[in-house]
T-cell receptor, first 113, second 112 residues
């Protein structure tokens, strides 16, 4: 069974204080790893897709990286509006009709001004 | 920018009643999904739908659940006889092919 573990569960940052979130995964062949942002009571908002080890993607203050066992989401000089829960999900290379995402529990980031 | 939309935003129902949750996926997307998130828990996969049929379903998606694409734009999730444990946020998602899935804002289902 696919497993996705995110750490830490919660992260409190001062505005401008950079940090990293971790997502470790176990899948029988990775088709893709996805990062989403989720605000309270809302749906997951797509951030990045990573497909192979060594790949990196950037968007504003966020940068996602991927190795064979884990992914990191780096937040550089965060602002209060970056406060959210960040979800990691994997899509395994299984049957031709199996494209479901398996999610981690998320890391809740709070950025104080 | 195209978005997945869902209605209603909040549904309150009595145990044993039938509910239908509605979704309008992004047009020209081919794959459709339902996920749910019980309060404080992970987002869980329920079912995927492609070419007018279910392509994958989880153990959660038992005979009480069904999905339908009644026309060219809507995608629905029906729960025939709701239970207390069905209370959750239900998210619809769609993808153009088999990769990135875009999620709707969710329907909060409360079963009393």
């Amino acid at each position: 069974e696919d497993q996705v573990t995110q750490s830490p569960e919660a992260l409190r940052l001062q505005e401008g204080e950079s940090s990293s979130l971790n997502c470790s995964y176990t899948v029988s062949g990775l088709r893709g790893l996805f990062w989403y942002r989720q605000d309270p009571g809302k749906g997951p908002e797509f951030l990045f897709t990573l497909y192979s080890a060594g790949e990196e993607k950037e968007k504003e203050r966020l940068k996602a990286t991927l190795t064979k066992k884990e992914s990191f989401l780096h937040i550089t000089a965060p602002k209060p509006e970056d406060s959210a829960t960040y979800l990691c999900a994997v899509q395994a290379m299984k049957g031709s009709n199996d494209y479901k995402l398996s999610f981690g529990a998320g890391t809740t980031v709070t950025v104080r001004a | 920018e195209p978005e997945v939309t869902q209605t209603p935003s909040h549904q309150v129902t009595q145990m044993g009643q039938e509910v239908i949750l509605r979704c309008v996926p992004i047009s020209n997307h081919l794959y459709f999904y339902w996920y749910r998130q019980i309060l404080g828990q992970k987002v869980e996969f329920l079912v995927s739908f492609y070419n007018n049929e279910i392509s994958e379903k989880s153990e959660i998606f038992d005979d009480q659940f069904s999905v339908e694409r009644p026309d060219g734009s809507n995608f629905t999730l029906k729960i025939r006889s709701t239970k207390l444990e069905d209370s959750a946020m239900y998210f619809c998602a769609s993808s153009p092919l088999t990769d990135t899935q875009y999620f709707g804002p969710g329907t909060r289902l409360t079963v009393l």
